[in-house]
């Protein structure tokens, strides 16, 4: 067990920002940011020293425009949310150098990347690496997991998922994105481990084939790309999962979760917002639920949690992490999960690609 705090550091300073909630944390001390951005590394200094001083601390933070020098410095840990289709690169580099690493989602762009990200993990057997879903942290997610576990559901048939997130097509003009951004330009289903992530970790599954379409309708003006994307996964399991990811619609904002299980179902209120949403369930094992549904008051975070950052879902991410470090324990969602969780939405886009045929998911 490692007793002193472990030094901790982002690259990535504008998602990686979420990170500054380890301030208030013993067992973690922030040494090190990065952003190449100028513009990014300088607004992240205001909001880290204001945030210290909030805090009370007075520790020494480098701030550095390279990550190559972030990681010569006796940094122990990494956060990596660089651009989205860029992480696997920078956390080769950081198992290199040895440190643990963090990553965010996607956790790979490609099929030669999960190989890459895979063997890099493989070879560092003394590091932690592990990705970074936040929605698996939610509370109705971890419940809904206990109780597919204990066997309340029986055997999963089918489950769905879907992330929407609209952004008001008028900001996406070029000159605001002058690079491409994972919202508006990259296509929609790769994006989907908010929602597949949480499923495969409830039902403790992976995905072995898919096909996926994407309609021809295109809203923004600005961006060429369609950008919502619906997949249907077989699992090894022999479950049937659902998947939809809309940027572009008008869809405003939302995740929803359904799992239909032999013995009941789990789901969330499509009626309300997702921060006040609870779970509405059938049980075979719980009179009065054949015509009605049982109303279970889960929300993202459990009675008297923080609901800051993703409804207190990144920071218990963040601090599953630093645990794993400090106890020498394998990563719950480790690089396994990670890959799990992506590659579906890679051949997902190939599929797409290819009219919707059925294409085989390799397993790693
Ligand atoms: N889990 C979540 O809820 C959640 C929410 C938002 C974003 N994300 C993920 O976080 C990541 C970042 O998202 P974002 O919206 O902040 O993206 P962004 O593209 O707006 O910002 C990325 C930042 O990384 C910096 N950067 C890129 N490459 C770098 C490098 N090599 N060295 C130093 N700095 C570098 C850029 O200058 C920029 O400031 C993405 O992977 C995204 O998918 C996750």
Redesign the pocket.
Known sequence: MKKEPVRFGI??????LCALSLLREDNVLLTAV????PA?LAAAKETIRSELAACGKTQEVGYF?S?EELLRTDVEAVYI????T??VP?VIQALEAGKHVIS???TVDTLEEARALKAAVAAHPELKYMA???CCYWAFIQAWKQMYREGKLGQAVYAEAEYLHCADWRSMKPENYPRE???FDHPAIK?LT?SLGPLLDILDDHCVSVSCMVPDVKYNPYRDKPKTGVALFKTAKGAVIRILIGFDAYVGMDHNYYVMGTRGTLETDRTAPLETASTYAKFADVPGTYYNKLEIPLHLSFPGESTAG?GGA?HKMLMDFIRCIQEDTRPPLDVDAGIRMSLPGIIAHESSLRGGELLTIPEL
């Open positions: 690259v990535g300073l504008k998602r990686g990065c952003d190449s951005d990014a425009s990550y949310a660089n651009y989205a860029e992480h920078l965010e989602i996607p970074g879903e936040n951004h994972w919202r994006y908010h993703h990144d």
